[in-house]
């Protein structure tokens, strides 16, 4: 693999070196979390499972970035090829929407929220809708797929936090905080979905149709996603992507992480639960304790 692009006078080169460190700090961290939980629970939990294939998901696309519709790599291997990039991503992505399941389910049970939890099983099988509808980008190369995936995943998040919501006042202290400043990165992420993200992909569909691309069909689809990658170390073909996949294998994989927290506080998750206030006709009907001595 060549590497004579690697210099400081190459932006894409400071791109992919970043990727890297917050890929080695994010796999480190990993299994920090995973040694302290160990020491907790005994045993590895289903959500830190999930985490790291999340993590280490990530860090094999953040070492070999591709951009699939454009089939643009940074290096002419076959570990770029989109169909394996691709085929990890949907197994990462589909294990990270499963660890919001899996707290959503937590809090929902505690709180017996029927409307949260119907939320908590919803989201996974939305998901899954999304990573189709990316395969179907993928393969024909027509973005109006990806523009539709990423819609997918802001209204799935667009639920979590109706979920949140509505959890919100039934818990107090440190859980009442967690689900607050949660709220609040979803509501940026949903915010740079609609703006950024999404207009991107639909602006690249409407600028193939109005260009006459021929799109491929499935069997010349799979054939090109596995056998076609186009290395370039060129900013301006990098230039739409960085944003998102900075932003992707760096604050998505933390949160990932923090979603592990669960296992810490899911056995005190009651202690945490707001207790309603009692009223003061409430306390006048309340039995009295008997103070009387027997002698």
């Known amino acids: 693999m060549r590497v004579d692009w690697l210099s400081w006078s190459n932006p894409v080169s400071i791109w992919w070196g970043f990727l890297l460190i917050v890929s080695s700090v994010n796999i480190i961290l990993w299994f920090l979390l995973k040694s302290g939980l160990r020491r907790r629970t005994l045993r590895l939990e289903l959500i830190v499972f ?35 990039g691709r085929s990890i991503a949907t197994v990462a992505e589909i294990c ?61 998040f667009l639920l979590i936090g109706a979920g949140l919501l509505i959890l919100l006042p039934k818990f107090e202290r440190t859980v009442q905080f967690g689900i607050a400043a949660t709220l609040l990165g979803i509501t940026a992420y949903v915010v740079f979905m609609f703006t950024v993200d999404i207009p ?22 799979l054939h090109d996603a596995h056998s076609r990658w186009v290395v370039t170390h060129d900013l301006a073909q990098w230039k739409d992507e960085i944003a998102w996949m900075s932003l992707y294998f760096s604050v998505a994989v933390w949160t990932s992480l923090a979603l592990c927290g669960i296992v810490m506080i899911k056995d005190k998750l009651p202690y945490y639960r707001m207790r309603p206030a009692v009223s003061s006709f409430q306390r006048a009907r309340l039995p009295l304790a008997d103070h009387s001595v027997v002698g």
Not at 138 to 156: K, P, R
Not at 201 to 220: M, N, T, V
Request: proline fraction near 2%; include cysteine; hydrophobic fraction near 55%.
């Open 200 to 221: 991107m992909y639909f602006e690249r569909w409407q600028a193939d149709i109005a260009s006459g691309k021929e799109l491929l069909g499935f069997l010349a689809g």
């Open 96 to 156: 990270f929407v499963i660890q919001w399941a899996i707290v959503a389910r937590y809090l929902a049970k505690v709180a017996q929220s029927n409307l949260a939890l119907t939320i908590s099983n919803a989201i996974v099988p939305l998901i899954i809708v999304a990573e189709c509808c990316s395969w179907h980008a993928v393969i024909t190369t027509n973005y109006l797929g990806n523009a539709v995936e990423n819609s997918l995943w802001a209204v799935t």
């Open 50 to 84: 999930v985490s790291a294939i999340y993590v280490f998901g990530c860090a094999f696309r953040a070492v070999f970035p591709r951009a699939d519709v454009q089939r643009i790599c940074l290096f002419d291997t076959w570990l770029s090829s989109v169909i394996l």
